[in-house]
């Protein structure tokens, strides 16, 4: 809003009435003398984030995979609420020439606000967060320092704390997914079949949260080999029929490490099959094939947007990883994974020390945001809100990378 200056009534108004006025005079000017500088702002940590971490950097970073850096900056160093804008340099060595990165927001210090680090973690407009250009997540070494914070806009200002952490970006194969979505009838013989935004739910959500750095993606449609109502055989039928074509098109020529999903449209709700993988290998089998429901949730899981393909699918894929349940809600899921180190199937312990991140999707309208630790679940289990823990997050990029070095194609 911009405040509207008084201007003066009187025409006879001498000029230095006016508000834009420069006033003129033969004394000598007044020389105001600078008092004490601006007290230095401390610099809380620095982040880098992904998909899941904690505020010293302790999960691995995939090479070219969206990333975010975030700031936190102590607001014990202003006086009153402050606007604040900055710059990040990049290197890849520490006498390298720099790639300066503007932040992305600008952020608004309160000293009455007591928010200690780990609630500003939670909430994403409580740091300077900065995009990495692509260039910058190639794999290797990079030294991120903040170059400068500005009040938004007056002049730099002095900068005390922790200004540079060094990083590495560890390479990862591409996540190979044919997605395969089965057309059915019921016993009238009306047609359902799998909605483009369920496919495009699931492929963004892999994208955004597996560890990889891109996902190769094809879909199809075909005529399932069963009709409506289901029984609990129904998701049986359909992983054997996914399984038979994957046998087909791998012997056809398709890569070896493609693992193959099914889609089931819930006919909103009237014809939900529970979805299942075919099993869950101790050992890298891309071979092995899952099938999951689709439909609008409804606040299903705790999932208010179009689709609920993407979260379950990604729980039946990764079964396919060699994923087990943590056993939450206790009494609505087994609890085969007995090395989960996470209470309540959470991202995080009571300690707060990890924190999700979906950077978003523009073209499906889904924004940045963080994910409290403790308010939200991993992937592997049945409870509301999930996303990848880095226990998660870790070992199916361990298990991608044993499935990229055992099945790649030979020539």
Request: overall charge negative; charged content about 20%.
């Amino acid at each position: 809003m911009t405040r509207k200056l008084g201007m003066p009534q009187d025409k006879t108004s001498r000029k230095s009435d006016h508000p834009y006025a420069r006033v003129q005079s033969d004394a000598p000017p007044t020389i105001a003398f600078a008092g004490p500088g601006p007290a230095a702002l401390a610099v809380e940590a620095i982040e880098v984030c992904q998909a899941i971490q904690s505020v010293d950097n302790s999960v691995t970073l995939i090479a070219n995979k969206a990333t975010m850096v975030r700031v936190y900056i102590a607001q014990s160093g202003v006086a009153s609420e402050t606007r604040l804008r900055g710059e990040i340099t990049l290197r890849t060595s520490g006498q390298g020439p720099a790639t300066f990165v503007p932040a992305m927001n600008e952020l608004i210090l309160d000293p009455t606000d007591g928010a200690a680090i780990a609630d500003k973690r939670e909430t994403i407009t409580k740091s300077l967060n900065f995009r990495l250009p692509d260039s910058a997540t190639r794999a290797g070494s990079l030294i991120i320092e903040v170059n400068r914070v500005t009040q938004a806009g007056g002049d730099d200002l002095p900068l005390t704390g922790t200004r540079t952490v060094p990083i590495k970006f560890v390479p990862a194969p591409p996540l190979r997914i044919r997605c395969i979505g089965l057309r059915y009838r019921d016993g009238a013989g009306k047609t359902y079949t799998p909605d483009a935004v369920h496919f495009a739910y699931f492929r963004s959500y892999l994208e955004r949260a597996y560890p990889v750095p891109s996902v190769i993606w094809s879909q199809i449609v075909v005529d399932a080999n069963f009709t409506a109502p289901f029984n609990n055989d129904t998701v049986l039928d359909a992983n054997m029929q996914i399984a038979a074509i994957r046998s087909t098109e791998i012997n056809s020529g398709t890569d070896p490490r493609t693992h193959y999903v099914a889609l089931v449209d819930d006919a909103n709700g009237a014809n939900f099959m529970r979805g299942r993988a075919m099993g869950i290998p101790a050992t890298p089998q891309p071979d092995t094939v899952a099938s999951a429901p689709c439909g609008v949730p409804k606040g299903f899981a705790g999932d208010a947007d179009l689709s609920y393909a993407d979260w379950y699918g990604a729980h039946e894929l990764g079964h396919t990883f060699g994923r087990y349940h943590p056993g939450y809600p206790p009494g609505q899921q087994d609890a085969s994974d007995p090395a989960f180190p996470f209470q309540n199937g959470q991202l995080s312990n009571a300690d707060r020390k990890f924190v999700g991140y979906d950077l978003g999707d523009p073209a499906l309208g889904m924004p940045l945001q963080a994910l409290a630790g403790v308010g939200h679940h991993d992937v592997m289990t049945y409870a509301d809100r999930q996303w990848l823990c880095a226990y998660t997050f870790e070992a199916i990029r361990i298990r991608l990378k044993e499935e990229d070095e055992q099945f790649a194609p030979v020539g």
